[in-house]
């Protein structure tokens, strides 16, 4: 790990605990994001904690994000970050003053992600305690390059290998001196979510909100962050929503509808259509 990186995370993380989670007055007060605010509470009212809608498209993903914080200072851990702004699950947080780490093994977007963003950027791909201090094969195909044989994603095709250096997101997590209950861990990492999440403690690290792809060709994800006291709340995309079970969210019938006929009714279906494309 490189310990001069480290060293400047800890010392951002000191003054972003000195000066404490505030909400970004020009945003909240603004004509736009009030004008917002009601067609976000169709979907979700964070502060009520109530579910509305329960499948969101991607192109929503970020307001509501900014909606569940209402802050702009705090600390997020992007796993898979990939491009410094494409599809970027914390880029939008960055501009509002938040900091944290751009977790990223593909040596040419660590490049891409040290000139244009201000996260500490952490060369090393995430996997199990089995395969930490190892050198694995990443597929690079763009957005869905992966440690697994072949990219999750339909259609997408591998145009080269690399090897990268593996660790343990926890080895990571206190290496580089991030913060118990940091606020977003993003993990997008096309197919290898559980692998890297057997290398880390939700019970020490305590993540106010979870954001993990899931194509939901199986439950196995779901099952663990249960397992971790951690509740689904709602889908952007492909990526799922969970938030400490203490939080204890409700939901409308609509939205409990969108969650069955997801993650149990259309199950099958998915399953057979992902491999199909894999045969």
Not at 141 to 152: K, M, V
Not at 216 to 231: C, P
């Amino acid at each position: 790990m490189n310990q001069s990186c480290g060293q400047a995370a800890r010392e951002r993380l000191k003054g972003l605990n000195a000066r404490g989670p505030t909400i970004d007055a020009s945003i909240n007060s603004s004509p736009q994001r009030n004008a917002m605010q009601p067609s976000l509470k169709n979907r979700a009212d964070f502060l009520a904690r109530q579910v509305n809608q329960f499948s969101n498209e991607p192109a929503v993903e970020q307001q509501l994000v900014q909606a569940y914080f209402q802050s702009n200072k705090g600390f997020y851990v992007d796993v898979g970050a990939n491009d410094p702004v494409l599809d970027s699950q914390s880029q939008h947080l960055e501009a509002l003053g938040w900091t944290g780490l751009l977790v990223e093994p593909d040596p040419d977007c660590c490049e891409k992600l040290r000139q244009t963003r201000s996260g500490i950027v952490v060369e090393m791909a995430c996997s199990s305690p089995e395969n930490a201090g190892k050198q694995l094969q990443l597929n690079r195909a763009g957005p869905h390059s992966t440690l697994e044989d072949r990219p999750i994603a339909l259609g997408a095709v591998v145009r080269s290998t690399i090897a990268v250096q593996c660790e343990t997101l926890d080895a990571i997590l206190q290496a580089q001196g991030a913060p118990v209950g940091f606020d977003l861990l993003s993990i997008d990492i096309e197919g290898h979510e559980l692998v890297a999440l057997s290398g880390f403690s939700f019970s020490r690290w305590k993540p106010r909100l979870v954001l993990i792809e899931d194509h939901v060709t199986h439950l196995k994800k779901h099952a663990l962050l249960e397992t971790n006291g951690y509740q689904l709340i709602l889908r952007t995309g492909l990526n799922s929503w969970y938030v400490p079970i203490k939080n204890a969210y409700t939901f409308s019938l609509a939205a409990r509808f969108e969650f069955i006929r997801k993650y149990y009714l259309g199950l099958h279906l998915r399953r057979f259509r992902y491999a199909n494309d894999a045969a």
